[in-house]
């Protein structure tokens, strides 16, 4: 049976989600919210549902939502996620939010705490390992053909360079050193974790190409981040907002390397390569071709489909909330993680590590 959702927040990625829930059979949009009325009329009338100017009213006129869809933006895009995702929550909704979780970190924990607290599924929009790369390469660590993680690599970053280099124009982003950071390694940090688990040290280096320094652009858009999982596992992220053009694997590639092989996500939706660890291969020079799993898909945008859906499926299945997929506490990690990245920065470089995450207590009704 489809679930009956209301999607705060009618600009592009709002719009973004309307259109995959128009193809979810799990879905049924009832109503459109958006501060800015134009947005929330064009956005009903291309769907043929109410729309609304303030959450508050939604809430009180459509009873029958189970979903919240928060999609809206703001400074760092986070810091209006707080607000209607607590809103939605007090009433009683499920809450899917945007990444970030928040922009700033003490609403982060209380948005998780109060969903706990409300006995409500809060899910975030962490689309980056929905893909069928991300899939086939944890069934070769499900499998045992990783075996025990050593290390990965991670590089995630935005097409650019001197010559597409365009300064910060919006109060989102401009003078705010922060934006890159905060906007962005959500998505990094919660692919290397939904791989290699809880990160527990972080250690930050950042700068910024000089024809950022020369525009007066404060952002710290270079961001080289060593990280220790709470395996032992080693690992390194390096993220850019364009300054420099894209490499090897395109706008992200990944790389989990084990004591029983090594994989390689290409592109985020691509491909996934795999090494198979075996004896008569040289420890240096020539080695056997990988298996490689091509996904036939070049089109990011399809993660917004799965990711959107799985929460779906999540909630009609009735998984217990500590089980569900991109959870509120696993977008809650990674902001520890970007705020940890950034108290290492600040401090030239030291050792942190993050605040780990509230103990779950479950539900004792189904428990």
């Avoid at 489809?2 to 059979?25: F, Q, T």
């Avoid at 690599?153 to 922060?178: C, H, I, Q, V």
């Avoid at 590639?253 to 985020?268: A, D, L, P, Q, W």
Wanted: hydrophobic share 35%; proline share 5%; charged share 20%.
């Amino acid at each position: 049976m489809a679930l009956n959702i209301g999607i705060v927040g009618m600009n592009g990625i709002g719009m973004r989600h309307a259109e995959c829930y128009s193809k979810d059979p799990l879905a049924k949009v009832l109503a459109v919210c958006d501060v800015v009325k134009e947005r929330a009329d064009k956005a009903a009338e291309k769907y043929g549902v109410k729309a609304y100017y303030s959450l508050r009213q939604m809430l009180e006129s459509e009873p029958d939502l189970q979903i919240v869809d928060v999609t809206t933006g703001g400074i760092e895009n986070g810091s209006w996620h707080f607000e209607p995702a607590m809103q939605a929550i007090d009433a009683g909704k499920h809450v899917l939010v945007e990444k970030p979780l928040s922009s700033d970190i003490r609403e982060g924990r209380e948005l998780v705490r109060f969903a706990e607290q409300k006995k409500v599924y809060l899910g975030c929009n962490l689309n980056h390992y929905f893909t069928a790369p991300a899939e086939r390469a944890k069934q070769y660590m499900d499998s045992g053909d990783v075996g025990e993680v050593v290390y990965c690599l991670a590089k995630m970053g935005f097409n650019g360079g001197e010559e597409l280099y365009s300064a910060p124009k919006t109060m989102k982003d401009k003078d705010r050193p922060y934006f890159h950071m905060k906007a962005f390694l959500t998505h990094p940090f919660s692919v290397m974790r939904y791989f290699c688990g809880d990160i527990t040290h972080i250690q930050t280096f950042s700068n910024q190409a000089g024809f950022r320094k020369s525009a007066g652009d404060v952002t710290v858009s270079i961001n080289s981040i060593h990280v220790k999982f709470a395996s032992g596992a080693a690992g390194y992220l390096l993220s850019q907002r364009g300054d420099a053009t894209y490499g090897l694997g395109g706008w992200w590639s990944m790389e989990v390397g084990g004591t029983r092989g090594t994989f390689t996500i290409e592109n985020c939706v691509e491909k996934v390569s795999y090494w198979r660890a075996q004896k008569g291969v040289p420890a240096i020079g020539s080695h056997p071709a990988p298996e490689v799993t091509e996904s036939g898909v070049t089109e990011f945008n399809t993660t917004f489909n799965n990711r959107l859906h799985a929460f779906l499926e999540d909630i009609a299945n009735g998984v217990p909330r500590e089980h569900i997929r991109a959870s509120g506490r696993d977008a809650l990690a990674v902001l520890e993680y970007t705020f940890a990245a950034m108290e290492s920065y600040e401090q030239g470089g030291a050792v942190v590590r993050p605040q780990p995450l509230p103990p779950f207590h479950g539900d004792p009704l189904v428990m």
